[in-house]
């Protein structure tokens, strides 16, 4: 499967001034690691098994990552843009009508899906990455979880859920976030017992009922709530 890095990759730094042409063989680079990486785990791999599987040569390799913490952060990188790009095409889709936070959780079970084993280098290798990289990891991880609270808070403000306090809200979005993890790291037991299309219903069902149960603020907008 072809995943491109992120446009914020040129935080790496590059000898070459083309940067169509960084960004395609970047996305070769990746491509090639996620493989090896999976297979071999990082520590095993070598940048010289990169280079021969993303067809390059080992000095032409080094002329886009400096490297194998480089090529792995682009891996993570490219990993988390594909989360929000689904995400947020499906935050598109539900503007005007539909109800975004089931939207949202199924494009993010989806992809949970169909990169599993990805996701799965990202909670195994994270800490081998040097700590800037490690913080930038991080911190598109706190971006994605980001995106389920605007689709609860879509969902406040048109009365389809309770009022939230931020706390709560905060609460839910990393739940669902580790429920598409859970996918990741269950998938021995549950793809035996459901299907992708199953697991979606189920966990949306109970992620709403988690929004219903809990403990409501007092709604203080004009003509609402208690005088």
């Known amino acids: 499967m ?19 042409l960084v960004q395609r063989r970047r996305h070769q680079i990746v491509d090639a690691a996620v493989e090896l990486f999976i297979q071999n785990g990082f520590h095993k791999t070598t940048t010289r098994q ?10 032409s390799l080094y002329e886009y990552v400096a490297s194998k913490e480089d ?10 843009a594909e989360m ?3 995400m947020a095409e499906a935050m598109q889709r539900v503007a005007d009508q539909g109800n975004p936070l089931a939207e949202v959780v199924r494009a993010y079970l989806l992809v949970c899906d169909r990169m599993n084993d990805h996701i799965l280098l990202i909670y195994q290798e994270t800490q081998s990455l040097p700590h800037k990289w490690r913080r930038v990891v991080l911190e598109n991880e706190v971006r994605i979880t980001g995106l389920f609270t605007r689709a609860l808070t879509a969902l406040m403000a048109d009365g389809k859920i309770p009022l939230l306090s931020e706390a709560a809200m ?8 580790v429920i598409g993890h859970m996918w990741t790291f269950r ?4 793809s035996r017992h459901y299907t992708i299309e199953d697991y979606i219903r ?4 109970f992620i709403l009922n988690m929004c219903h149960t809990e403990e409501p603020v007092p709604d203080r907008r004009p003509g ?4």
């Not at 072809?2 to 169509?20: L, S």
């Not at 905060?170 to 976030?177: G, Q, R, T």
């Not at 998938?187 to 549950?190: E, I, K, P, V, Y």
Request: proline share 5%; net charge positive.
């Open 2 to 20: 072809g995943i491109a890095p992120q446009k914020n990759e040129h935080q790496i730094p590059t000898q070459v001034k083309n940067q169509d």
């Open 50 to 59: 990169i280079a021969k599987a993303a067809g390059v040569s080992i000095g």
């Open 71 to 80: 090529v792995l952060y682009l891996v993570c990188d490219a990993i988390h």
């Open 84 to 86: 929000q790009r689904g």
């Open 170 to 177: 905060d609460l839910v979005a990393h739940n669902i976030a």
């Open 187 to 190: 998938r021995w037991f549950l």
């Open 202 to 205: 189920h966990q949306t069902a």
């Open 224 to 227: 609402h709530g208690t005088p």
